[in-house]
């Protein structure tokens, strides 16, 4: 293996070489420079130190993105201690239950979280403290009460004169295999994993996209961060990469609705943009298509002479729909839409689409868009090996399968589940299946698993919707499909007790809504089920009793 540099020393050399640039910006709010960064993240391992916090304590940190989130994330890593970002999204069930199974210590929580989540029902955490002002919201010993009250002084007794460059000091990591953070890809007890991502993998992704991004993006460079900081997707390629090499990284710290983003490419005009297809796709619908599929724009597009001239010029007018000064948009988490890919290649906009997982932190395939093949999402990414599981792995789908320094340790407390994803070869089996071509370009099939995926990269599984719906009123069993990127449920109903019940078919579509109303309170928005459809039969099962989900996909 080759030797891995750490990476928190490429913080702390960052956070020293460009100690006067700014750095975090929550978009129409406040700017942090880099030199603010590194105060606050001395104030929080103050906090830390005196509150009783050892290197390898879990730290949780659930909010929306912003500056001080990021705060505490970098004060976490650079202090020894183990992140746990948890999704700003997940119901308050759902944090609970990853804080508890994280084994965290502490949690820091933006404000609508604190709004919604129970303290009692995290009974192992020390304490809870506001991602706004780290203000504690719940303190559970003496020693956190203390230190937060006396953060200021205990500051000062530190630092006597002043904060300096030379007082940055940052814990290096043990080894490469270290684990830098544990990423929850469900929320849901009995379904929860806890992804074990080492200092290698977070090294990694950086050392990728180093090459990927290349001179594209230099020291002062923009960049919006659109995607949740606790998704690997947008924690690796929109935060630590343009913050190890001297970026300044704007948060949309309110709901990222399309009129919201498009607002802040055109103001912040990043270098590049890190994407799911959901907000590409709305901003070129809402704000190209109505210009470009015109009859007159259809019939300029049909004259030969003409035609390569007026592409040049859509593409132009796409480039300033996002901001002009991007070098290239990546897209990645959820499968783009085929209207939508077709015309970006047909006018040669600079756009790629890459392949990850966050068990790889996240990133397994990727190609500049100047060599990208449409259709595809790239080829084996700096540090990873990909093949396909198959005979003939051009022509006949097989699991796509990859190892290197991205790969996780493993699943939180779950060996069995990591023995089942790692082979004894350290293949990661992602439960995709695909082909590659004799360029290495990987070509995604579908999925083995019954992971699906929502509209902005979210994980969903359906098992866990199922779980709930069928404990709910005349339901027998249950499937959770997606249709046009909604939730469909297909529902057997307990005909035998409808009937005793004198009940009608109106009736049974009735009691059915009301279960879908009643389900979806428990469910966060990505999960809402859009319709429950009803199935007289019984669905088709294997000789083990699983009901053969492909004949109702």
């Avoid at 948890?86 to 069930?93: A, G, K, S, V, Y």
């Avoid at 200021?152 to 530190?158: C, F, S």
């Avoid at 994980?459 to 027998?476: A, F, G, R």
């Amino acid at each position: 293996m080759e030797k891995i540099p750490s990476y928190n020393e490429l913080l702390e050399k960052s956070i020293i070489d460009h100690w006067d640039m700014d750095a975090l910006t929550d978009y129409k709010g406040q700017t942090l420079q880099y030199h603010d960064v590194a105060r606050k993240i001395e104030k929080v391992h103050i906090l830390f130190e005196n509150s009783g916090v050892k290197r390898g304590d879990k730290i949780a940190l659930c909010g929306r993105n912003s500056s001080q989130w990021t705060v505490a994330f970098l004060a976490t890593l650079t202090y020894g201690a183990i992140a746990v970002p948890i999704l700003h999204e997940f119901t308050p069930d759902q944090i609970h239950n990853i804080v508890n199974h994280s084994d965290a210590k502490l949690l820091f929580a933006g404000d609508h979280v604190c709004g919604t989540i129970d303290p009692l029902q995290m009974p192992g955490l020390e304490g809870i403290i506001r991602n706004t002002d780290y203000s504690l919201l719940v303190s559970r010993t003496d020693k956190l009460t203390y230190a937060r009250e006396h953060l200021n002084e205990l500051y000062g007794q530190k630092f006597p004169k002043y904060f300096r460059k030379e007082h940055v000091h940052y814990y290096r990591e043990q080894s490469p295999d270290e684990m830098a953070l544990i990423n929850y890809t469900s929320g849901t007890t009995g379904f929860s994993k806890g992804v074990m991502i080492p200092y290698r993998a977070m090294w990694s992704n950086y050392d990728f996209a180093c090459k990927a991004m290349g001179n594209n993006l230099k020291t002062g460079s923009s960049v919006i961060s659109i995607l949740p900081m606790a998704h690997m997707y947008s924690m690796a390629f929109e935060f630590s990469y343009e913050f190890i090499n001297g970026c300044h990284v704007y948060y949309l710290n309110r709901v990222p609705s399309p009129a919201i983003i498009a607002q802040a490419f055109a103001e912040v005009k990043p270098a590049v943009i890190i994407a799911v297809p959901l907000v590409i796709e709305k901003i070129i619908r809402k704000r190209v298509f109505p210009k470009v599929q015109t009859p007159r724009m259809r019939l300029l597009l049909q004259m030969p002479v003409i035609a390569q001239k007026v592409r040049d010029r859509i593409c132009e007018e796409v480039k300033k729909a996002f901001g002009g000064q991007f070098f290239e948009i990546i897209i990645g988490g959820a499968a783009f839409n085929q209207e939508v890919e077709t015309f970006l290649h047909q006018i040669e906009f600079p756009y790629t689409v890459g392949y990850g997982a966050t068990e790889c932190a996240p990133i397994i395939c990727y190609s500049d868009w100047r060599s990208f093949v449409p259709g595809s999402c790239g080829r084996a990414a700096k540090h990873m090996e990909v093949r396909i599981d198959s005979p003939d792995p051009q022509n006949v789908p097989g699991e796509i399968l990859t190892r290197g320094l991205n790969v996780m340790l493993g699943y939180y407390k779950n060996e069995e589940a990591t023995r089942e994803t790692i082979d004894s070869e350290g293949w990661y089996h992602t439960g995709d299946l695909g082909t590659m071509d004799s360029e290495g370009n990987v070509f995604i099939n579908g999925r083995s698993k019954n992971m699906l995926l929502g509209a902005s990269g979210q994980n969903i599984y359906p098992e866990e919707i199922e779980d709930k719906l069928n404990s709910m009123t005349l339901v027998v069993e249950s499937i959770v499909v997606q249709r046009d990127q909604k939730l469909v449920a297909l529902v057997h109903p307990d005909l035998d007790e409808a009937k005793t019940l004198g009940l009608t078919d109106e009736d049974l579509v009735g009691i059915m809504e009301q279960n879908r109303n009643g389900l979806n309170q428990t469910l966060p928005a990505y999960e809402k089920i859009s319709e429950i459809e009803i199935h007289h039969e019984e669905f088709q099962k294997t000789p083990k009793k699983s009901i053969k989900r492909f004949l109702y996909t």
